[in-house]
């Protein structure tokens, strides 16, 4: 290998001395090229407390993936020195350490431009990571690991400082699973994912508390806190989040309402065989009716209970939505809600007319701050989304990865490649 050919390669791996490119391999049939990297010091600043000058121990041999050169799997080969620094030493530490090496993260086996464009493919282009592992070459498993390990450094550093104002939801992902995911719900940085745990207990409040805290925020510089009626939520919210107002989320109570609604009409497909096969029909929005669904109409006006649980489920609706207009008195309107719902005979709007009444402060917080919640619906849907494509994920620490990858607004490497300009053929 001529020394032209080392100086390009050293020079396009962007390595200066002690290291260059040493050799380079070529394997066709394997479809990959190799660059062998050396080190020329003969003495290394330690590691860890950056003293000068340290005496080389050892070297150990490392391999990483890097960049594809054409259609080649690249990897770089390094015999890696070990310092024993006497800095260290004099202080009672005589560990011996790997030096880092200036193209990859300590421990990674890619490059770091091999991890930049992984988070550009799973980030930006929202490809599945088996897919990017096809397509580069690697096991999938290596690249969880490696993502896992740089979002994790990511969200290490994420500030929560300024954060006053969230949103906690529970999530289905599959498989009877759920998760608890708290994002931020007002300020620049809305509708970023803070924190994601299992399952969905009072106690996962008090892990994003933990989380909050160590991030720099103040759980009692939390003014508002948006969720559903769950009770363990609830309970955490009033132990760990002492100054929160609580604010029902009012796409959770029109959910309640339409549970409550299919009851009805479940109970009543005995009497009104009519009634089969058109649970989707009752949950619509009259917007979306097919010409079949209008036809329906004399349903909705018959005396049939499911037709009045469909007209006090839309009276809900109204109302909610409403709570933008300041001259509509919302609040008035809501409690007439809740005891017509009380008195209603439906055993199942009973039920949420008392569930409503026991929760009233947070749904009058909701109304009163119909602008602050206006956002919360594209949020959810947003975050809804990223857990869709998460679905498949076998592990509840690789959800939480694309979670914070696609929706932490986290500071990660961007891609390898200079944006360059598209010419038209
Ligand atoms: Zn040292």
């Given at each position: 290998?001529?020394?032209?050919?080392?100086?390009?390669?050293?020079?396009?791996l962007?390595?200066?001395?002690?290291?260059?490119?040493?050799?380079?391999?070529?394997?066709?049939?394997?479809?990959?090229i190799?660059f062998?990297?050396?080190?020329?010091?003969?003495?290394?600043?330690?590691?860890?407390?950056?003293?000068?000058?340290?005496?080389?121990?050892?070297?150990?041999?490392?391999d990483w993936q890097h960049l594809h050169f054409?259609?080649?799997r690249a990897l770089i080969?390094?015999?890696?020195?070990?310092?024993?620094?006497?800095?260290?030493?004099?202080?009672?530490?005589?560990?011996?350490?790997?030096?880092?090496?200036?193209w990859a993260?300590?421990?990674?086996?890619f490059s770091l431009m091999f991890?930049?464009l992984?988070?550009?493919?799973?980030?930006?282009?929202?490809?599945?990571?088996?897919?990017?592992?096809?397509?580069?070459?690697?096991?999938?498993?290596?690249?969880?690991?490696?993502?896992?390990?740089?979002?994790?450094?990511?969200?290490?550093?994420?500030?929560?400082?300024?954060?006053?104002?969230?949103?906690?939801?529970?999530?289905?992902?599959?498989?009877?699973?759920?998760?608890?995911?708290?994002?931020?719900?007002?300020?620049?940085?809305?509708?970023?994912?803070?924190?994601?745990?299992?399952?969905?207990?009072?106690?996962?409040?008090?892990?994003?508390?933990?989380?909050?805290?160590?991030?720099?925020?103040?759980?009692?510089?939390?003014?508002?806190?948006?969720?559903?009626?769950?009770?363990?939520?609830?309970?955490?919210?009033?132990?760990?989040?002492?100054?929160?107002?609580?604010?029902?989320?009012?796409?959770?109570?029109?959910?309640?309402?339409?549970?409550?609604?299919?009851?009805?009409?479940?109970?009543?497909?005995?009497?009104?065989?009519?009634?089969?096969?058109?649970?989707?029909?009752?949950?619509?929005?009259?917007?979306?009716?097919?010409?079949?669904?209008?036809?329906?109409?004399?349903?909705?006006?018959?005396?049939?209970?499911?037709?009045?649980?469909?007209?006090?489920?839309?009276?809900?609706?109204?109302?909610?939505?409403?709570?933008?207009?300041?001259?509509?008195?919302?609040?008035?309107?809501?409690?007439?809600?809740?005891?017509?719902?009380?008195?209603?005979?439906?055993?199942?709007?009973?039920?949420?007319?008392?569930?409503?009444?026991?929760?009233?402060?947070?749904?009058?917080?909701?109304?009163?701050?119909?602008?602050?919640?206006?956002?919360?619906?594209?949020?959810?849907?947003?975050?809804?989304?990223?857990?869709?494509?998460?679905?498949?994920?076998?592990?509840?620490?690789?959800?939480?990865?694309?979670?914070?990858?696609?929706?932490?607004?986290?500071?990660?490497?961007?891609?390898p490649?200079?944006?360059?300009?598209?010419?038209?053929?």
């Open positions: 290998m001529s020394d032209a050919m080392t100086e390009l390669f050293t020079a396009a962007g390595l200066v001395a002690p290291w260059r490119v040493e050799r380079v391999r070529f394997a066709p049939d394997a479809h990959e190799h062998d990297v050396v080190c020329e010091a003969k003495r290394l600043p330690c590691p860890r407390c950056s003293a000068p000058d340290q005496p080389i121990h050892d070297r150990q041999a490392r054409f259609q080649y080969h390094a015999q890696v020195p070990r310092v024993r620094c006497a800095e260290c030493g004099s202080k009672g530490d005589s560990e011996v350490r790997q030096v880092l090496v200036p993260r300590e421990r990674s086996g991890e930049a992984v988070v550009a493919l799973a980030g930006m282009s929202r490809m599945p990571v088996r897919r990017i592992g096809a397509l580069l070459g690697v096991h999938p498993e290596r690249l969880w690991r490696s993502l896992g390990a740089l979002v994790e450094q990511a969200y290490e550093k994420a500030d929560m400082s300024k954060v006053r104002s969230v949103g906690i939801d529970e999530k289905h992902i599959g498989r009877g699973r759920v998760v608890t995911v708290v994002h931020e719900e007002s300020g620049p940085q809305r509708g970023r994912v803070l924190h994601v745990s299992e399952q969905c207990r009072s106690s996962n409040v008090a892990e994003f508390v933990g989380a909050l805290v160590a991030h720099g925020g103040d759980p009692a510089a939390i003014e508002r806190c948006t969720m559903d009626m769950a009770r363990s939520f609830v309970a955490g919210v009033g132990k760990h989040l002492p100054k929160a107002e609580i604010c029902f989320d009012p796409f959770h109570m029109i959910k309640l309402a339409n549970e409550a609604l299919d009851a009805v009409r479940r109970a009543e497909v005995p009497v009104e065989p009519a009634l089969k096969r058109t649970r989707y029909h009752w949950l619509k929005d009259a917007g979306a009716w097919t010409r079949k669904e209008v036809n329906l109409h004399w349903l909705r006006q018959s005396g049939l209970k499911t037709a009045r649980a469909w007209r006090m489920k839309e009276r809900l609706r109204d109302i909610i939505a409403w709570r933008r207009y300041p001259q509509v008195p919302v609040v008035s309107l809501m409690d007439r809600w809740i005891s017509w719902a009380r008195r209603s005979r439906l055993p199942a709007f009973k039920r949420l007319g008392q569930t409503f009444k026991t929760h009233i402060t947070g749904i009058r917080n909701m109304l009163a701050h119909a602008n602050s919640n206006g956002m919360a619906e594209s949020i959810n849907a947003d975050i809804q989304s990223a857990i869709a494509r998460a679905r498949g994920f076998r592990t509840f620490r690789n959800l939480r990865t694309i979670l914070y990858l696609l929706k932490g607004q986290l500071e990660l490497p961007s891609s490649f200079k944006p360059s300009r598209l010419r038209a053929a």
